[in-house]
């Protein structure tokens, strides 16, 4: 049977190429819909989607062609169950405007804590969590970032330069909270 | 320049993706603004605190394995029983609880589905493989994933078909009318496997999807549209047709009596 030979060529291949940026898929997906039992979800729902239309897969950045499944699988999954978030989280409105000013630029100084900028990053909009976590997490350029989100390398720019200042905000914000005791 | 302007270049400077000419204006600049400047330097430490976090989410340990074996079970149910593809999209919260409850409301939906008023694209559950269809034509076109065959024959791609699914999909060469086929591919909507047939109208692609109708119902087309495609979607001699595309209703619904010819 050629087919089943085929097929099983297939998930060796699958399995060589693919799956080598499973942790580059969950991290993704983990920020994306920010809880692990469904990131673990849809990673795994990702790689079925992806297995079956490997035959398509033309070669080249096997980590961009999956990140991008899992950036859809993700996003299917967030409209279907957070929808009511999702379209918050697009609403530029909601911005919050009150950034302490005092001495903010001296507090940023000392070494931000990865708990708070965990916090501070989950807290962001979906659209510019998922750029800086492409960035700087992933360390993809602009263009793959482009690629994948279907955005002019422009937009990426601009995406990045608000999501960091927001998250610098926020930051900042957390700083001043907690600034109180004993910084 | 104005430092509006340059806080967001900044950020191309900061991640090196500028050009050269770029680059060096934002440096004069910096020499000359000390606000960018102080920009600049917060942003970099950001970009610090970012490499030295443990932000990075690795996959659990166990996540492989599960997926080597969904992909092992894929792979058999392919080879074995190509026409009996399951649901897989179970991402219900806290699942274990809530297992049995998932059995029951499993019962009830398929109560639920035989009564379901498809050919309107109306109910819930309609939504849902509206949904779908925009889904797979958006993926076909973003993973350059449109055909499994390639061709403008219609006496190519019916073949192609034949022992593929258990039902065998129209397939029309429309190229006369303006509408040529260029192929065509298996795709999974609604829990089983359906035929994808890819016309072409100008630049714009055309995904018809096509799969055997569970209740006979003579319906007119009905249009919808969603996420910014639209959607004609009819019913003949027992099988269900969808045209998905980001043509104008009005030549989808022209496409669609093409196909009825």
Known sequence: MPNAMQAVGNAGRFDEIVLPHLDAAYNLARWLVRNKQDAEDIVQEACLRAFRFFGGFQGGDARAWLLKIVRNTSYTFLEKNRPVALAEEFDEQVHVRDVPTFDAETIMVRDVESRMLRESLEELPVNFREVLVLRELEGLSYKEIAEMIGVPIGTVMSSLARGRDRLRESLLRARAKEGTRGL | MVCDDNSRLLHGYLDGELDLVRNLEIEEHLKACPDCAQLLWSQETLRKAFRSSNLYQRAPSGLAARIRASISQEDSRETQAPLQPTPIFMLAPKRKVWNWLAIAAAILLVALVTWRALPGLEGRNSDLIAQELVASHIRSLQLGHLFDVQSTDQHTVKPWFDGKLDFSPPVRDLTEEGFP??????????????????????????????????????????????????????????????AVSDLSTGELQQFAQLMEK
């Open chain 2, 181 to 242: 086929l260029v192929g065509g591919r298996l795709d999974y909507i609604d829990h089983r496997a359906v035929a994808a047939l890819v016309y072409q109208r100008r630049q714009h692609l055309i995904n018809v999807f096509v799969w055997p109708a569970d209740k006979q119902t003579d319906n007119s087309p009905q249009s919808k549209s969603s996420q910014g495609y639209n959607m004609v979607f009819w019913e003949r001699s027992s099988m269900y047709l969808c």
